[in-house]
């Protein structure tokens, strides 16, 4: 008996994190699906209840007056992917859970900045594949045309994303050792989350209506949102060993 | 080394272990008593995973502290439950945290050797027998052959054979400065190969020994 040591590399061990929850994900299916099927169902409903061609300045008529249906859609479309990302994020630790795998992996000899990295790409996969049929879904029901405007689209996605995974997986770490975890992580992350989903969906709603991407990358919410991306992802790596603690 | 100084840990009203000091040298240890008496909770303040109310741990000349990736390293622990991935085999399971700890394909053969392993190596976890997984589970806490290896239970839902397996994998850890500590209601089986063994009431020390003769202790305390 001689054990051979080698020490893989921080970035070794981050991806065997992320390789084995996806492992998991594929054989159990329990993140992506309820993720999808939440998102399939409001889309579906929305088809049916709101007009296409936000475009073209239609209106939606409201009790009130009216409304751009761009700035309708973006809302709808961030809504969405927030309470289906939460779906997700709320099982970010669930697999840790069962035989308390969490107690072998709290000892494993890798930096607590790796176990969150590992754990917040794994929600941004599951988000990003969320919208990889989501967002093209939105485009055909209402004819948002974005395949026109994909550059601008995808950089507030982007910005987006990485945002949402950032508190989602930091607050999901928080709530993962209590008993009302599934309440607690909304109740939590949500205040936290508000800022982000402002800023998408006024900037979506810019794209929506057909502005130039200058317009959009000039505009003070895209620099609010890559603004928060760079403090809660540091606060957030240094902060989470605390988290689990 | 292993100090225990005086250390209480209390959840809520419940003293799990009360003002308890002990040193815990190098060799296979015993660590016995009824239900409740404190044990688990002994050996999950000596990993780190539950923090002292009063007192400390001292492992290897330092502090336990879950923060230090060094004393993660020094430490194999098995628990009540398995620690394992269940949706993952048991091969995928023990290389996943080789990969973690730096050990190669050939450490993870020889414990799924060792443990009697081999025809579950492709089965998921959750698909075990509880004696099987528990074998499992004994294997991921010695794969990287750590200093101080804590097992808590590893008897637990065993046969003979079975059991005797877990205590050759272990038995490694008379040799040298390693300390195995093991949590049982078998006494029986760890007397048999370990070097001493000590007995928790209430959470408190009832007596510490080593073994000259096979299943003879001596009272320390």
């Known amino acids: 008996m001689n054990a051979q040591v080698v020490e893989p590399g921080f970035l070794s061990k981050t991806m065997a994190l992320v390789r084995k929850d996806v492992r998991v994900e594929i054989r159990a299916r329990e993140t992506l699906l309820p993720m999808m099927m939440f998102a399939f169902t409001v889309t579906l409903l929305l088809a049916f209840t709101l007009p296409g061609g936000p475009t073209g300045g239609r209106a939606l008529r409201l009790p009130a007056g009216t409304l751009p249906a761009s700035d309708v859609l973006a809302g709808f479309l961030w809504v969405t992917v927030l309470f289906a990302g939460l779906i997700g994020a709320a099982r970010t630790f669930e697999v840790e859970r069962e035989h308390a795998a969490i107690e072998a992996l709290l000892l494993v000899p890798l930096d607590r900045s790796g176990l969150f990295i590992a754990k917040a790409l794994v929600n941004l996969t599951y988000v990003v594949a969320l919208q990889v049929i989501l967002i093209p879904a939105f485009s055909l029901l209402f004819d948002l045309r974005l395949a ?41 992350s949500l205040p936290a989350l508000v800022p982000i989903f402002i800023a998408a969906v006024e900037l979506t709603s810019t794209i929506f209506a057909g502005e130039p991407a200058g317009s959009v990358a000039g505009s003070g919410w895209f620099g609010v949102l890559l603004a928060f991306d760079v403090i809660f992802t540091i606060t957030s790596i240094v902060t989470f060993e605390f988290v689990l603690d | 080394m292993i100090r225990v100084n005086d250390l209480t840990i209390a959840f809520g009203r419940t003293v799990a272990i009360n003002n308890l000091s002990l040193e815990i040298g190098p060799g296979v240890f015993g660590l016995f008593g009824q239900n409740g008496s404190g044990k688990s909770t002994l050996l999950r303040a000596i990993a780190g995973l539950v923090r002292p109310t009063y007192g400390q741990v001292i492992g290897r000349g330092h502090r336990v502290n ?83 290896l804590l097992l808590d239970e590893p008897y637990a839902n065993l046969d003979d054979e079975a059991a ?50 096979p299943n003879t202790a001596t009272a320390s305390t």
């Open chain 1, 148 to 188: 026109e405007r994909s550059g601008s689209m995808l950089a507030v996605v982007a910005l987006v994303d990485v945002g949402f995974v950032v508190v989602a997986t930091t607050f999901a770490a928080l709530a993962a050792r209590t008993r009302s975890r599934e309440l607690l992580l909304p109740i939590l």
């Open chain 2, 164 to 213: 005797n397996l877990v205590s050759a994998a272990v038995e490694p850890w008379k040799a040298g400065e390693r300390i195995a500590l093991i949590a049982t209601h078998g006494a029986k089986k760890v007397k048999a190969f370990a070097d001493g063994g000590i007995i928790l009431r209430d959470g408190r020390l009832v007596m510490q020994g080593r073994y000259d003769h």
């Open chain 2, 66 to 148: 879950l923060s230090d990736e060094t004393f993660r390293r020094s430490i194999g622990y098995a628990g009540h439950e398995s620690g394992l991935y269940g949706r993952l085999t048991v091969g995928e399971n023990l290389r996943l945290f080789g990969s973690l700890y730096g050990v190669g394909p050939g450490r993870v053969g020889e414990a799924i050797r060792e443990l009697d392993l081999g025809r579950f190596e492709h089965t998921r976890a959750e698909a075990l027998s509880a004696g099987t997984r528990r074998r499992a589970s004994v294997a991921r806490a010695l794969l990287h052959e750590p200093p101080i």
